[in-house]
């Protein structure tokens, strides 16, 4: 028998599923979403009734297509193996502007075109003409507004949560929390010491950071990370892995906050101890660390939690929410995430939904598992938040054991 005989199935054996349609055609959007986000806004506002001068129609179209082709290549040689940072700022602020520019051009097309053509205004050139105008408006708009939010020093968000298991001694157990800080292409240095001493205005008694620390490895975003070095926290600092690492070689990431002075809580715990009660503080690798390749790096919840009493409440750091399902079968008490960014640039809010058991804020999960999750306290690519501001969290631990006011 040959080789190539010997790989066909045997007659009447059981074959693999065929791929689904769907799954075939995801294979390519990545070929359609880059041509989708600049043909629709060239469509909406030079070709779908206005009627502009020819000379206008044919720069504006210009312009689209050199869009449509330098965002990929931008992205191709800032993010792909040449890892040239003014190509990756190039072509991130070019997605971020292309995806406001086609949510504003299909919804304002269609919604504000109807809207426009009820009322009985003007005819169906002159509501062209208002459709694009008002697109490009609210999208000058929104990109200038989000830059802002994205480069300012986040606001701190503060939330009482109460834990049932929470002894009298940690009530009111001063937890803050970053996460997501993507220091990248764009230099952020003065950005991360200011949060930095924002972080320490709180006077928290655990500092955490959630993971995705950076894009890039450790070593050429060494300046960036190094205010996290000025955090202060009255027990503890520490640190876990966000799936961002694994694109850059987390074992420096980790190194870096090691040396730093963070904590890595890869898949382990410590103890915090006030007022004669413990709280098991354990943090676990993200959840593709496994397939990273790297040895000993994985999600390890078990491992995490050996030694600690069972009896005593947990606070966990699992980069993504998604996690949550592990640490309420667990008995977790509360698990702090990032990840998700809020959805960063809406309306891609929906899309995350689609991924993840959580967009933002403290929920319920199983018999008595809280998770919070942050909006984050950077941002990813895009130099932009469209209604989805960054956070800094201060969670206030609250026992039902005691009515001691803050």
């Known amino acids: 028998m040959t080789d190539t005989d010997s790989a066909r199935p045997a007659e009447g054996e059981a074959r693999g599923p065929r791929p689904s349609r769907l799954h075939s055609l995801m294979r390519f959007i990545p070929l359609i979403a880059p041509v989708l986000l600049w043909a629709v806004p060239c469509w909406v506002l030079l070709h779908a009734g206005q009627h502009w001068p020819l000379a206008v129609a044919l720069v504006g179209t210009a312009v689209f297509f050199l869009g449509l082709v330098g965002m990929p290549l931008a992205m191709v040689r800032g993010h792909g193996r040449r890892q040239q940072d003014w190509a990756a700022i190039i072509g991130d602020t070019l997605l971020g502007a292309s995806w406001v520019l086609f949510t504003w051009s299909v919804l304002l097309g269609v919604l504000l075109r109807a809207a426009l053509a009820v009322t009985g205004v003007g005819d169906s050139q002159d509501r062209a003409r208002i459709v694009a105008w008002a697109v490009l408006g609210v999208t000058a708009v929104l990109l200038t507004w989000g830059y802002a939010e994205a480069r300012r020093v986040p606001r701190v968000r503060r939330i009482d949560v109460q834990l049932p298991r929470l002894g009298a001694g940690l009530d ?160 977790i008490d509360l698990q702090l995430s990032g990840h998700t960014h809020g959805g960063q640039i809406w309306p891609f809010h929906h899309l995350v939904r689609l991924d993840q058991p959580a967009l933002a804020g403290l929920s319920h999960h199983g018999a008595r598992t809280l998770l919070y999750t942050s909006r984050g306290t950077g941002f990813w690519g895009p130099p932009f938040r469209v209604f989805a501001p960054s956070e800094i969290t201060l969670l206030v631990l609250r026992s039902p054991r005691t009515a001691t006011a803050p």
């Open 172 to 331: 009111g157990l001063r937890v803050a929390l970053v996460t997501d800080t993507h220091y990248g292409p764009l230099d952020r240095a003065r950005w991360s010491a200011r949060v930095c001493e924002t972080v320490n205005t709180l006077e928290a008694d655990l500092v955490c950071h959630a993971g995705d620390i950076a894009d890039g490895t450790a070593e050429r975003r060494r300046a960036q990370a190094a205010p996290l070095g000025t955090v202060r926290a009255t027990h503890a600092r520490v640190y876990v892995t966000g799936n961002h690492e694994y694109y850059s070689e987390a074992q420096g990431w980790v190194d870096l906050m090691d040396e730093l002075g963070w904590e890595p809580l890869r898949n382990r715990h410590l103890l915090l101890e006030r007022g004669g009660d413990t709280l098991v503080v354990a943090g676990v690798d993200d959840v593709t660390a496994e397939s990273s390749g790297l040895a000993g790096h994985r999600a390890h919840l078990a491992g995490a939690l050996d030694g600690a009493d069972p009896d005593l409440p947990v606070l966990l750091l699992a980069h993504q929410p998604t996690f949550v399902d592990r640490a309420a079968a667990a008995g």
